[in-house]
């Protein structure tokens, strides 16, 4: 599976270790073997492009963690760009629990279809178990019925009867029937494979589209086809609306171009695998495992993760020691608005002032709105770093400059510089008198309400 992929990548990895340091100019290098390796993989060349822009941008970008090499960010960032590229989340079936349950399954001839909806149905049955139908609507190849047939005996869900001569229509209008009379939550309808798309097949599908009025119409595709494959898909997805994809047959896909292509040509995530032709063989994608099969380096991923953490750590601990000794400027407040954007709340800080640890409330109140955050940001970017360590040089053209720079007006500087003062008040109170004579809760509105709420509205 993916060899291809997985063994370029390892290559372009150790080439990037041997070169120590990392400059544009190894990048530059490393990017374009992983160009190579991409094309080579048969990724379509859009989803190339932006991966290549998107990895770069990220690589530069980046802040140096001492603890680990360059070689390992970069690591990391191709890991996280190639989940991204896959599909972010793993998504299985879309299930209503009020209604019946309609699935449909379409795709070129050959492409696994009805293997597909006999893995799927079992998957149901062992995952969910609920009541399931199978509903054949092949009626050009006359072997379809009996094919869909023994793969339900062989998991025990029955199919509906075949009745000769009909057409996919009066075969959805027959199954409601037998769905209502037993109780039937899943319905999982196989439709006939064509050689190519052509218009008749697309106008088929959307009346048996709008018959069935699916919960789900997954595009089923056979990898092996690769770049053919995302062709295939974009022309399915124009005319009916696909939810989900399959792609069979990666059991046998040692170049892995349409996972990875797969999601940006429908526009929707590929939702399960086939791996082999048995029943068991199907798995759910999951875009987290399948880029660890690809690069192997889920030890190092988790080595930047938690380096990453560890920063975040380093410099918590710095502002709160400033706060402690009353030294908490506008270059402080920054970086606390970074932490909190970051790690989601004040405490993050406050964990690491003694006696403060344990006041979730603090958090709690920190009711934390956005844009305000973010316009508290724009303006102390907006000052110089001076202006910053010694808030009280701000006058009046300062100021306005200010507020020019970050795109407010100048009481809103005056309200950040007041909070900021207020702040800093607190936090040497905090630190000269010791918890006792402070309420929490005057704390949390300061620091959560006070600036968050309330602030430059
Ligand atoms: N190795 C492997 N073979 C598969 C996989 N999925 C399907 N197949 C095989 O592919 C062949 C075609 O599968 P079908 O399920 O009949 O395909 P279909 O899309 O229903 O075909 P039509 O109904 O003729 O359009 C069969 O021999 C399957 O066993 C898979 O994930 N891996
Ligand atoms: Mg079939």
Known sequence: MFENLVNRFESVFSNLKKTGTINEESLDLAMRDIRRALLEADVSLPVVKSFIANIKEKSLGQNVIQAITPSQM????????LI????????DLNINNSDVNNYLFIGLQGSGKTTSVGKIANHIKEKFSKKILLVSLDVQR???????????????????????????????KRSRDYISKNNIEFVLYDTAGRINIDN??????????SEIVPNETILVLDSLTGQEAMKVATDFATTVKVTGSMLTRIDGDSRGGSALSMKVATGCPI????????IVDLEVFHPERIANRILGMGDIVSLVEKASENIDHEKAEEIANKIQKGEFDLNDLLSQISQMKKMGGLSSIMKFIPGLKNLGDIQNNANMNEDSIKRQEAIILSMTPYERTKPKIINGSRKKRIAKGSGTV??????????????ADMMKKLSKKG???INPMDIGNQLGNGINKNFLK
């Open 74 to 81: 970069i690591i990391k960032i191709v890991n996280d760009e």
């Open 84 to 91: 991204e590229t896959l599909g972010s989340n793993t998504v």
């Open 142 to 172: 006359p072997a379809a019925y009996e094919q869909l047939k023994t793969l339900g005996n062989r998991i025990d869900i029955p199919i509906l009867e075949k009745v000769e001569k009909e057409t996919p229509i009066e075969i959805i």
């Open 200 to 209: 008749e097949l697309l106008e088929e599908l959307n009346l048996i589209e």
């Open 271 to 278: 939702k399960f695998m086939g791996v082999g032709e048995q």
């Open 410 to 423: 100048v009481s809103d500087i005056n309200k950040v510089l007041k909070q900021h003062r207020k702040m």
């Open 435 to 437: 918890l006792q004579n």
